[in-house]
């Protein structure tokens, strides 16, 4: 089972709708949980963190169920320009430094 | 504030050829990461470094090697190239030992012929 998994996508939704991705995560001693965001061709950049209490970013919403083991990503009114893939990371604690695992992504498309 | 720098944006390279890829980290990071992302995949971790010091490694061969320099920029070499080694290479900074923010750099795109 690999470390970190996600929805395959990709996912083609049109401009207002509401959209959810999910990712798992195999190690329950997985401590740190983000979300990237990487456009066609660019590097990958922090989308936001995400908490045990889950947290609101505007129209983003992340969630995270540890007994689960999987952590979750809500856009509301979806923009063209949310258009991206969107990289699930968890890192685990070691003993002197963090091991970031970075899921396979899951692509977004948003239509006019 | 400059962010992470790569250079160079694209390389073209052989087979068995030998290739060093740079990078400059953001402005106050000590630290820097190494990672691989093939096409429709995510990046897969090589290596981190820090105190010029390489403190962990992902699941890559010894053809690959790096080198961190006092200034902190760093440097990743890859042996006796292979067709598989085609990628796109980005590097990420940040500070401490910690790997909470990072701030990835615009990449190298390496092709392998």
């Known amino acids: 089972r690999k470390e970190v998994e996600q929805d395959p996508g990709p996912f083609n939704v049109p401009e207002g709708a509401t959209v959810a991705f999910n990712c798992t995560y195999s190690n329950s001693a997985s401590q740190s949980f983000f979300w990237y965001r990487q456009d066609c061709r660019k590097e990958p950049k922090l989308l936001m963190s995400?908490?045990?209490s889950g947290n609101e970013d505007g129209r983003f919403t992340a969630q995270l169920n540890r007994a689960s083991q999987y952590i979750s990503l809500l856009i509301r009114d979806s923009k063209l320009s949310d258009s991206a893939t969107y990289l699930c990371v968890v890192t685990l604690m070691k003993t002197s430094y963090d091991k970031v695992i970075f899921g396979p992504g899951t692509s977004l498309s948003v239509i006019p | 504030d400059a962010g992470v720098t790569q250079s160079p944006t694209h390389l073209i390279k052989t087979r068995g050829q030998q290739v060093t890829l740079r990078c400059s980290p953001k402005?106050?990071?000590?630290?820097v990461s190494w990672y691989q992302q093939a096409l429709g995949q995510g990046p897969q971790f090589i290596f981190q470094?820090?105190?010029?010091?390489?403190?962990q490694r992902g699941n890559f061969p010894d053809r690959f090697s790096g080198h961190q320099f006092p200034n902190y920029s760093s440097e990743l070499n890859v042996n006796a190239l292979l067709l598989g080694d085609s990628a796109l290479y980005l590097c990420?900074?940040?500070?401490?030992?910690?790997?909470?923010?990072?701030?990835f750099g615009p990449g190298t795109r390496l092709t392998v012929t």
């Open positions: 402005s106050g990071h000590d630290t």
């Open positions: 470094y820090y105190e010029e010091e390489e403190r």
């Open positions: 995400v908490y045990s």
């Open positions: 990420a900074s940040s500070t401490g030992q910690g790997a909470y923010e990072q701030y």
